[in-house]
């Protein structure tokens, strides 16, 4: 009972909204829900089930808008919250807002990204860092340095962008940054195909 209940309070700070809260990398109930999983991303599905198990992994999810990036990471969350993995689902949007308005460290989604067990950033390098100068910089950096796999306790971390690995790290304009992100990925990126849903 306790479980569950902790389970439940993870499910309500997770930040996955509730219209959602029963999706699951289960393809039956994905077929149910007429849920397509397109034959080119089959692949990046079964990694995606096998990442939820793992305790220390990053994991990239690419592709272009619409073609279900936000919500595959949305049921590897679901999953990592019903195995007993606390998680935060934050879009980059929500993870700025943050920085910039750091009022209640008790609210400070930046403060919970770098101590949750599993993070998942929806969306990353949407907004251009050159535009928050060194603030965004040091908001990522902060985050990555505290997730990367040789530190303390183990964490994961999957990321959703439209942006390969290769953009993601001409996205960071920082040596470290960019050094960090991949050393978080482990080599662990997938590009979503198919059509805009």
């Not at 479980?3 to 809260?21: A, C, H, M, T, Y």
């Not at 403060?111 to 040091?138: M, S």
């Amino acid at each position: 009972i306790a479980r569950q209940r902790q389970i439940g309070w993870w499910i309500l700070e997770s930040g996955i909204p509730k219209n959602v809260q029963d999706l699951s990398l289960d393809l039956e109930l994905w077929q149910k829900l007429n849920l397509r999983l397109d034959k080119d991303n089959e692949e990046t599905f079964a990694t995606l089930k096998e990442w939820v198990n793992l305790p220390n992994a990053g994991m990239l999810i690419s592709g272009t808008q619409g073609l279900g990036k936000s919500l595959l990471a949305i049921c590897a969350g679901m999953d990592c919250l019903r195995s007993g993995q606390e998680v935060l689902f934050v879009t980059e949007r929500e993870l700025i807002d943050s920085y910039k308005g750091r009022r209640n460290a008790e609210k400070d989604v930046a403060l919970r990204a770098r101590e949750v067990p599993v993070l998942i950033i929806d969306d990353l390098a949407r907004h251009q860092i050159d535009r928050g100068t060194a603030y965004l910089r040091e908001l990522y950096l902060d985050i990555f340095d505290s997730r990367l796999p040789v530190f303390g306790s183990p964490m994961k971390t999957l990321i959703t962008s439209q942006h390969d690995a290769i953009g993601l790290a001409k996205w960071c304009m920082d040596d470290a940054l960019a050094s960090r992100l991949l050393a978080i990925l482990q080599g662990n990126t997938f590009s979503l195909g198919g059509s805009d849903r």
